[in-house]
């Protein structure tokens, strides 16, 4: 089985002599498709008229399932370029990351995923951003200095990586970049190393005494790049400052609005007592029921009940909004909050003692006084 994106990854279309299997699924030779194989996303494309919907490898042989039948016969395969473009960037940019993070920082490679959205390398120790931005600025020098990334068969004696299995009936295949990188594989790469023109090591994560880090290249890496830069952008403007007084001014306004809440709640504090005095009251089976409807905050409103009853040594219903708490020192309060929910609907429930919950819609003091008299 001869695979052209071994040894001519630039090689994306070809005449190919088909081999019909059953169920549209074809073979062809020699191969142009990499297989979901390794992590590495199957390619897609044609193959004459047909679409390649997928290409596995089954028994040992790399089958591409089409959405026609195609009989025996010479065709021209044609790659998808960019997702072909992505795959390989990103997998080639993985064995320079992978490379260096061993032979420099001592981290060994633990698992890859090259996804079309995300791509991650998991490392076997915790790391931390500084080790991640000298990694990146390696990984950009290897890039830039436009490394062959070469194929090597059946050479057992080199060090490599990770550990040397035969690909297909004793082919071992190992993957060559300059002196950083030395690694079995049977993914498709880029010829060089900069073709994938730009990596970037975008976030990291902890995983049980690993770190996973995410990362992109080419394309994505420069979109991800552009994204930020407008967020910072906006950032700015919105904050009238320079980037690098942007942490600050978000800090500073964080503590602004800590000691803004403080004080409101302060505020509400002192004005609770002077909205229990005013409350609306009722004589109801001798005890007295004192009613406030007010704008105050939802946390709030079962404070204000038990001020009211406090000062009635009685029951408190306090309403804000469609938020009703009831304190009681006489009454149910369980039962008058479902006396008024039956009129005014909503939810919620409590004991005798204090109860609270929503209402179906807003309710006026002289309605939930109605209801108490009746
Ligand atoms: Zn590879």
């Known amino acids: 089985m001869k695979r052209l994106y071994w040894t001519q ?24 498709f990499h297989p979901d194989e390794g992590g590495q996303p199957p390619d897609l494309g044609t193959i004459g008229e047909a679409n390649v919907l997928g290409v596995e490898v089954v028994d040992g042989q790399i089958v591409h399932r089409l959405d026609r039948p195609l009989s025996d016969g010479r065709y021209v395969a044609r790659v998808d370029r960019p997702r072909r473009q992505h795959t390989a960037s990103h997998h080639t940019a993985q064995h320079i990351i992978s490379g260096i993070a061993q032979e420099r920082f001592g981290l060994k490679t633990t698992g890859v ?59 071992i295949r190992v993957v060559k970049i300059g002196a950083w ?53 906006e950032l700015r403007k919105a904050a009238s400052c320079s980037t690098g007084e942007l942490l600050a001014t978000f800090e500073k306004a964080q503590a602004q609005a800590r000691d803004l809440t403080k004080e409101v709640a302060r505020l509400w504090t002192q004005m609770l007592p002077g909205l229990a005095a005013s409350a609306q009251v009722l004589g109801v089976q001798s005890s007295k029921v004192g009613v406030q409807v007010a704008e105050i905050p939802p946390q709030l409103v ?29 009454l149910d309060a369980a039962a008058l909050l ?18 609270n919950g929503n209402l179906g819609r807003a309710v006026t ?4 006084l109605t209801l108490l008299k009746n």
Not at 9 to 21: F, G, I, Q, R, S
């Open 9 to 32: 990854p630039d090689t994306l279309d070809a005449e190919v002599v088909v081999t019909a299997l059953e169920d549209g699924r074809v073979t062809t030779d020699p191969v142009l």
């Open 113 to 171: 995923h090259i996804g079309l959205e995300r791509c991650t390398v998991d490392f076997d120790r915790k790391i931390e951003w500084d080790t991640v931005t000298a990694l990146e600025r390696e990984v950009m020098e290897v890039v830039t200095l436009d490394v062959a990334v070469e194929t090597l068969f059946d050479q057992a004696d080199v060090r490599v990586r990770d550990e040397l299995k035969p690909i297909e009936a004793g082919v």
């Open 181 to 233: 990188d030395q690694s079995a594989c049977c993914g498709a790469h880029v010829r060089t190393t900069g073709r994938i023109g730009m990596v970037r090591l975008c976030d990291i994560e902890s995983k049980k005494d690993g770190t996973r880090v995410f990362f992109l290249a080419g394309r994505k890496a420069l979109d991800c790049s552009q994204q930020e830069t407008n967020v910072l952008r």
């Open 302 to 330: 079962a404070k204000l009940a038990g001020l009211i009853a406090e000062a009635t040594e009685g029951t408190g219903i306090a309403v804000s909004g469609t938020r009703i708490a009831i304190s009681s020192r006489t």
């Open 338 to 355: 479902k006396t008024i929910q039956n009129a005014a609907g909503g939810k919620g429930g409590g004991s005798p003692g204090a109860a």
């Open 365 to 368: 003091a002289d309605e939930i």
